[in-house]
């Protein structure tokens, strides 16, 4: 089990959004005299009519939780932490994203689809708060160097485009799926579509707590993905599985959600001939 001080390699994040109503207002509906809440629902109200979901679009909305864990060289989980509970202020949390990524060494980000959704509202978020993220935006590099190319996996370890071949296949199923198949709780009775109303209804905690839980499952696909790729053999991914669950066993009594993922922990076991 890596310690503390152990150099951080990776840095595993999910990000859940809210609406910023007054946005939606300005840019949508300047002329109706809507409230930043009767805007939000209204286009949530028209997304739902026009694609069948109404998740709102990175652009129009401010990250309200992100949940981070560190890896080590080796893979083994350091820490994970949710940024600015409890106050969770959206200019704070995407300061401490970008200066935490920088503080230690730049290194790879792990996300699942993240580069259609997570990386992009952090970066919309420096964007609109006015962080200067140079090392990320290192668009005058050449281009298999710079941070954003989708093929850089130095900078960015996108699961989904991984698993997908880029988007060659679907991952019908997803994170969920994924989670699943090697035995780890994915999706259990909440998914990023109810983020919105949990807010509206002052359950901020609860979607921390579904942060953690996703980037829990983030992580142990990743472990997978790294047997996939030769970097662990399958005995060594399970040491590491195993020494996780020993870490969430230890915060389950301060952590509900902890509690609730062990509880829905399932079984895996590699097949016999």
């Not at 080590?72 to 509970?85: M, N, R």
């Not at 941070?147 to 199923?173: E, Q």
Request: proline share 5%; charged share 25%.
């Amino acid at each position: 089990m890596a310690n503390s001080s152990a150099p951080v390699a990776y840095l595993i994040f999910d990000v859940e959004t809210v609406a910023d109503g007054d946005l939606i207002n300005r840019v949508k509906y300047p002329d109706q005299s809507l409230s930043p809440a009767e805007a939000t629902a209204c286009y949530r109200s028209e997304l739902l009519e026009q694609t069948g979901r109404d998740v709102l679009p990175h652009t129009y909305v401010l990250p309200i939780s992100v949940a981070v864990a560190k890896i080590d060289p080796e893979f083994h989980l350091i820490d994970l932490s949710v940024l600015d509970e409890p106050e969770f202020r959206p200019h704070v949390i995407t300061r401490g994203f970008w200066q935490g990524w920088r503080h230690y060494g730049r290194p790879a980000f792990v996300t699942f689809n993240g580069r259609g959704y997570d990386l992009p509202v952090m970066e919309m978020a420096a964007y609109r708060y006015g962080y200067s993220v140079p090392e990320w935006f290192n668009v005058e590099a050449r281009s298999y160097e710079q941070s954003r190319n989708r093929y850089n996996t130095s900078a960015h370890i996108d699961l989904m485009d991984l698993v997908s071949n880029f988007g060659a296949s679907r991952v019908t199923g997803g994170l969920n799926l994924l989670a699943n198949l090697i035995g780890k709780p994915g999706k259990t009775g909440i998914d990023g579509s109810m983020v919105q109303d949990m807010y509206e209804s002052g359950k901020v905690a609860e979607i921390n707590d579904y942060c953690r839980c996703d980037v829990l499952d983030t992580y142990f696909v990743f472990l997978r993905t790294r047997v996939l790729l030769g970097r662990l053999s399958l005995d060594q991914e399970q040491e590491r599985v195993a020494e996780a669950r020993k870490w969430i066993e230890e915060r389950a009594a301060d952590r509900p959600a902890y509690t609730h993922y062990l509880e829905n922990w399932g079984s895996w076991q590699p097949p016999e001939d």
